[in-house]
């Protein structure tokens, strides 16, 4: 017999009444080009008030020693741990809604378990929807919109979005399980993924953030602060000109991205990679082509 899914996690005593709710979730290990996940969960965090009402045993889901935690030397002795936390955070919305936040690392052991846990709570508190968002790598100019690959448990949710892929296989994450268990289980669950240039992928890019800020508010229903996160976007893309014009050879390739996306729009005749909903996008299989090369360049590079 398997281990009993609530022994995992730790809930408070006082949770307040969540039915309706939604629950956002981010979790750091699984792909996010730009950083956009970690970028609008941190956004988040730091711009609304929260208390942690639930905390994952991460003993019994981490591997330390594939990503070991930071831990301070000072002098003659060990000072501090940076102690791991998966946890869910409740918070509200600059109107007062309340939601609930997932973060924390993706769990290295036990997935169907952690997924069963997940699951538990969002029947004990009554959630109406779950909704994940993080980063892919696009072949695509950042001078052009960015865009967003929408999934879900059922195609009504996400029918404004166009669908990019048709059939791929590829690496799975905890949050993947995790919307393909509640689907299951008969629950509404989201996932976007925002369209990041492949040359910014291993970069902190907040303007795919702030591109899944939007997408994940409107989902949701939530009032969600834009301020802080539209700074840091304007100065990114600021210092991403400034690069791009110091360097011919850089501004050849996005001139390059440019021509190549322009042609799709004109002469594909479908809707654009990066485009908001209504524009033209290239097919699937050159989306999948694009996407291909991208990661055999990243493995020739290491």
Known sequence: MGLDPEQLVEVDSDVPDLDGAVLLHNLDGFMDAGGAGRVLADHLVDSLESRVIARFDVDALIDYRSRRPAM???TDHWAAYEAPELVIRLMHDTVGTPFLLLTGPEPDNQWERFTAAVRGLVERWGVRLTVGFHGIPMGAPHTRPLGVTAHATRAELVADYPQV??????PGSASALLELRLGEAGHDAIGYAAHVPHYLAQSVYPEAGLRLLGAVGSVAALELPER???EA????????ERQVAESDEVA????????QYDAFTEAVGERSLLAE??????TADELGEEFERFLAEQAEGK
């Open 72 to 74: 301070t030397y000072a």
């Open 165 to 170: 892929f048709n059939r791929i296989q590829v």
């Open 228 to 230: 802080g996160l539209r």
């Open 233 to 240: 976007a304007a100065r990114t893309n600021e210092e991403i």
């Open 252 to 259: 050849e390739v996005v001139r390059g991205l440019e021509r």
């Open 277 to 282: 909903s209504g524009e033209r996008m290239p």
